[in-house]
């Protein structure tokens, strides 16, 4: 008899869980055999709770895509929240789902998880070889943490107990169900925001904080689900082959970069503002590139499908229609 597994999409709300929730119904996974609790249902900073849950559920898969998210002013300004809920998130649900029979769980961690000067693009085998970025190291440690937390309970309990948990680490997401909010949210969504503003009340200029010049790579987040998916179901002995027990992390990228100022002209065109962009160069330009290797992902037989321009489209979509009207 065919068994169909029940799926807990932990964080299903936010903007990789809802992505990852579609592309499961895309694919045809009946929405009966997935699982997922709100924040007010299931506070997955608190350890019974998700013990008490995994005991009822019972799940055979888990997304771990919960996580406290934000960008630098946020990460700075909360860096006790970033690392002590990212902790316990994963790590009661990581030891929840050993305890009650998990066998496959997908962690979703960070580029940022890499040292700041990495070399580029950066390559898996660049973790812990040097310092992290300071403003966002608490975030980044609860990160390791949590691919070190699938890493020893693969190696005390694989073969005792079947365990399989891997781990992937997006570059920088955007797409339906981003984060808009002014302080805290990521350079594609800050942008669309301010540009999208700028139209609406008519602003000649629009100024962007540094030279334009770095270079950032951007994955649409549909891109990204359909690389948990495909990176939960590839075979152990695939996987195996191109991972290590204590370096398993895989990279999912886009696989190319472009500069802010491409970018903020990309944005400018999908939104269309008939202003002038500025560059403020007295505002620093943090580090001039930021682009993952993700050529083991791309070996395993997955690549980005969605270009930045269609994409853009899409997520300006999503804003127009979930966000614009509250500004
Ligand atoms: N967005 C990106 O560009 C990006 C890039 C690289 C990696 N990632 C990784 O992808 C994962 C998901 O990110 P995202 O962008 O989808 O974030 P998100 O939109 O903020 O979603 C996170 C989800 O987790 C839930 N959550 C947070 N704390 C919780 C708690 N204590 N109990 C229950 N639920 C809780 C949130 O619910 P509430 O909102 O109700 O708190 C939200 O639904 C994270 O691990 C992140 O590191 C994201």
């Known amino acids: 008899m065919s068994h169909t597994p029940k799926i807990f999409v932990a964080g299903h709300r936010g903007m990789v869980g809802s992505a990852i929730v579609r592309q499961l119904l895309a694919q045809g996974h009946p929405a009966e055999r997935i699982v997922m609790r709100t924040h007010a249902e299931l506070d997955l900073t608190h350890q019974s709770s998700v013990r008490a849950f995994f005991a009822a559920e019972k799940p055979d898969q888990v997304y771990l895509a919960a996580a406290k998210v934000g960008g630098i002013h946020a990460n700075n300004t909360y860096p006790a929240e970033f690392i002590y809920q990212n902790l316990m998130i994963q790590a009661n649900i990581i030891d929840a789902a050993f305890r009650n029979g998990v066998k496959k769980l997908l962690f979703l961690g ?10 580029q693009p950066m390559r898996e085998d660049a973790l812990l070889s040097g310092s992290l970025e300071p403003t966002n190291e608490p975030y980044a440690i609860a990160k390791i943490a949590g691919i070190k937390l699938c890493e020893s309970y693969n190696r005390q309990y694989g073969g005792s107990h079947g365990v399989d948990y891997r781990s992937v680490m997006p570059t920088n997401l955007y797409g339906p169900g981003d984060n808009y909010h002014p302080e805290n949210s990521h350079v594609i969504p800050a942008l669309i925001f301010r540009f999208h ?5 008519n602003a000649p200029i629009i100024k962007i904080w540094g030279t334009g010049a770095p270079r950032r790579e951007f994955l649409y987040v ?5 690389a948990c998916l495909h990176v939960i179901n590839l075979s152990k002995a695939t996987y195996d082959q191109l991972t290590q027990p204590m370096l398993s992390q895989i990279n999912v990228g886009y696989g190319e970069d472009i500069t802010i100022r491409q970018l903020a002209e990309a944005i400018r065109k999908t939104v269309g503002f008939q202003g002038e962009i500025t560059f403020d160069t007295s505002k620093p330009d943090g580090a001039p590139r930021k682009l993952m290797d993700s050529s083991c992902l791309n070996a395993l037989g997955w690549k980005a499908q969605m270009g930045l321009e269609e994409g853009l489209h899409a997520a300006y979509q999503d804003f127009l229609i979930n966000y614009a009207s509250k500004i």
């Open 110 to 119: 960070s580029s940022c998880i890499y040292p700041k000067l990495a070399p």
């Open 197 to 201: 503003e700028a139209k609406v009340k």
């Open 222 to 226: 549909d891109d990204m689900a359909a």
